[in-house]
Structures are given as C-alpha cells and as structure tokens.
C-alpha cells in the first residue's frame, strides 16, 4: 500500500495557467520523488494597462512517500 503525502505550492508563469502548472512540477521535482498528481486549486492573474501579464497558480502536489 502506497503512502502520499500533499503540499501546496504557488506558481507563476508569462505565458500562461498550463505553464504555471508545469513550472510548478519543475520546481518540485528537484527536490521531490515520485509526484503523482497536481491539483490546481485556483487561479490568479495580474493585470496591467488591461492585459494579463503575469497568470499564477496555487497548486496541491500529491507524491508517494518510500517505506
């Protein structure tokens, strides 16, 4: 029986949600094994002169724990 565990983690991209997402595992990955799945709990985006310039995330991160 596997044992996961889950952190939230923000994120932040350029370009979009999808690459937010993405950056999110990246960064995780370093320092973690075994990533199972990424929950996206909400969106955010920043906004300057009417256009979104920064698309963030906050994101769970569910991953198998080794026995």
Same mark, same amino acid.
């Given at each position: 029986?596997?044992?996961?565990?889950?952190?939230?983690?923000?994120?932040?991209?350029?370009?979009?949600?999808?690459?937010?997402?993405?950056?999110?595992?990246?960064?995780?990955?370093?320092?973690?094994?075994?990533?199972?799945?990424? $929950?996206?709990?909400?969106?955010?985006?920043?906004?300057?002169?009417?256009?979104?310039?920064? $698309?963030?995330?906050?994101?769970?991160?569910?991953?198998?724990?080794?026995?």
């Amino acid at each position: 029986m596997a044992i996961l565990k889950v952190i939230e983690v923000l994120a932040e991209s350029d370009k979009s949600w999808e690459e937010a997402a993405q950056e999110a595992i990246r960064e995780a990955s370093e320092t973690l094994e075994n990533i199972r799945s990424v $929950y996206i709990k909400e969106f955010k985006a920043t906004v300057v002169n009417n256009k979104i310039v920064k $698309y963030r995330i906050i994101a769970k991160i569910s991953f198998e724990i080794r026995q």
